[in-house]
């Protein structure tokens, strides 16, 4: 059996607007929601340590480095 790599992605804030669980310039772990997505949103786990749906344009996608985001996770 082959062993499936599991892929994390990650946004940074830009927008915070009406959203008091986001912190701008800050990295969140985004997960996937392909209906949200449709409907212009995206799922994040925000400084609540909850995943909640925030528009899209808050924030900016970004690709970091295998150990930063091994940090980021254990971190969480």
């Not at 940074?12 to 669980?21: A, G, S």
């Not at 808050?58 to 970091?64: R, S």
Request: one cysteine or more.
């Amino acid at each position: 059996m082959s062993e499936q790599k599991k892929e994390f992605r990650f946004v940074v804030c830009i927008r915070n607007e009406q959203c008091e669980d986001l912190e701008r310039r800050k990295i969140y772990q985004v997960l996937p929601d392909e209906s949200a997505a449709e409907d212009g949103y995206i799922r994040v786990i925000d400084d609540s340590g909850e995943d909640y749906l925030y528009p899209q344009d808050y924030f900016v996608h970004i690709e970091l480095p295998q150990a930063a985001a091994k940090a980021l996770l254990s971190a969480a």
